[in-house]
């Protein structure tokens, strides 16, 4: 069964920096897409960024340079490096991994949520 | 890119009623990249429609979607007591930004 498990959610100060990991089993990371999604408290999804299989990666506006992902395929395991921590980035972090075939395509599994609280 | 509405934000419902909730796009995209979610509180959101009329594994028949261009509609047909949550419209595919509406609170009259 294919699963991801989400770590590295703490407490920073803005203009800090923290790393989140998003470690899977039961599939490997460079075969596939995984995005990070955050929700603020109380708020909406928002995709933040993807890695490609191939190792393409893309990010959202709002984080653009600021934030990085990144995978270690020895351990299956993608990052989430996030840079000049902001007020505005507190939330908690999911990352998932896109399923489907032939064009159709959706998230999941999803990882449990690791939360970051800047303050 | 894409900006996705939903509406209502809130609805209000009684269980063993039907519940219909709006997704609509800024611009037209094609059908296999519209995704339902459904997010209860403390819970990762999981995947209930996928190509904007596929139900996922493990979805009831009560869930159905429809629509296509620029309008999309999560229709369930008789509403159970685990059926209330929020609900996300997501457009996927193989380009980001991944975008996701604002989400619809589906909650207990």
């Known amino acids: 069964e294919a699963q991801l498990e989400n770590s590295g959610g703490d407490l920073a100060q803005p203009g800090g920096s923290l790393r989140l990991s998003c470690a899977a089993s039961?599939?490997?990371?460079?075969?596939?897409?995984i995005s990070w999604v955050r929700q603020a408290p109380g708020k909406g999804l928002e995709w933040v960024a993807t890695?490609?299989?191939?190792?393409?990666?893309y990010t959202a506006d709002s984080v653009k340079g600021r934030v990085t992902i990144s995978r270690d395929d020895s351990k299956n395991t993608v990052y989430l490096q996030m840079n000049i921590l902001r007020v505005e980035d507190t939330a908690t972090y999911y990352c998932a991994r896109r399923g489907g075939d032939h064009g159709f395509y959706y998230f999941d599994p999803w990882g449990q949520g690791t939360p970051v609280i800047v303050s | 890119e894409v900006v996705l509405t939903q509406s209502p934000g809130t609805l209000s419902l009684s269980p063993g009623e039907r519940a219909t909730l709006s997704c609509r796009a800024s611009e037209s995209f094609g059908s296999s990249y519209l995704v339902w979610y459904q997010q209860k509180p403390g819970q990762a959101p999981r995947v209930l429609i996928y190509g904007a009329s596929r139900r996922s594994t493990g979805t009831p028949d009560r869930f159905s979607g429809s629509g296509s261009g620029t309008d999309f509609t999560l229709t369930i047909s008789r509403l159970e007591p685990e059926d209330f949550a929020v609900y996300y419209c997501q457009k996927s595919g193989s380009s980001p930004p991944f975008t996701f509406g604002q989400g619809t609170k589906l909650e207990i009259k």
């Open positions: 039961g599939f490997t990371v460079n075969t596939n897409y």
């Open positions: 890695i490609y299989s191939g190792g393409t990666t």
